[in-house]
């Protein structure tokens, strides 16, 4: 098998966690560069289908995009350690912060630094006021995060699972527009610390470049 990877974005990231989560080390890891358009590549947009990362590519040549679904079926050949829910109630409750996080923090926060921050300007025409909403609406979000938060350690379950990854990918990616996390979201805060000390949170990481 082979992974399609790319520094510094956040849906790559998510799979390369995840992976660290699990110990997976005998999937090859090619690396594209984004500014560079090696995405684009005829050969390599003909297997993902859109020219985007990350991409799985299986030993038959069936290729896999889409960042949960690619976890998704790692977490069916490399079952432990558990990500995705060890019950029907568990599956549930992890897929539906998994969405939340998805939907309310990291796309947003994706899409304010795409028109945020100037070195995305190669790679799409940015519209300041879209992204200034995405930043809002994220940061909006987090004070729900919060709540959650104040009831347990992780987001889903009693431990990391999927959606802290999916979270922390974005929040985390929120750096290159500078985020910052209001001092007042005090379990925010103790998460993203957590987060930052696994092992997993450098998995394939350079500096992370500033505004």
Not at 186 to 202: D, G, L, S, Y
């Amino acid at each position: 098998m082979k992974i399609y990877d790319t520094p510094l974005a956040p849906n790559p990231r998510r799979v390369r966690w995840f992976m660290a989560e699990k110990g997976i080390q005998d999937i090859e890891v090619v690396t594209l560069s984004l500014m560079d358009g090696q995405q684009r590549d005829p050969a390599y947009v003909a297997r993902a289908g859109l020219p985007q990362v990350p991409m799985l590519e299986l030993d038959d040549g069936t290729c896999i995009t889409e960042s949960l679904a690619i976890c998704r079926y790692l977490e069916s050949v490399y079952p432990e350690p558990n990500l995705f829910g060890r019950n029907p109630q568990e599956m549930a409750v992890i897929e539906m912060w998994t969405r939340r996080v998805e939907m309310m923090v990291a796309t947003p926060l994706m899409v304010a630094v795409r028109h945020l921050n100037p070195r995305m300007a190669a790679l799409e025409a940015q519209v300041p006021a879209i992204g200034e909403h995405s930043l809002a609406g994220a940061l909006s979000a987090l004070k729900f995060l919060d709540r959650r938060l104040a009831d347990g350690e992780w987001l889903a379950a009693g431990r990391i699972t999927i959606a802290d990854i999916v979270a922390f990918a974005g929040v985390d990616f929120g750096r290159m527009i500078k985020l910052q996390v209001p001092d007042a979201l005090v379990h925010v805060h103790r998460w993203a610390e957590a987060m930052r000390a696994r092992p997993a949170a450098t998995a394939g990481m350079p500096p992370h470049p500033a505004a």
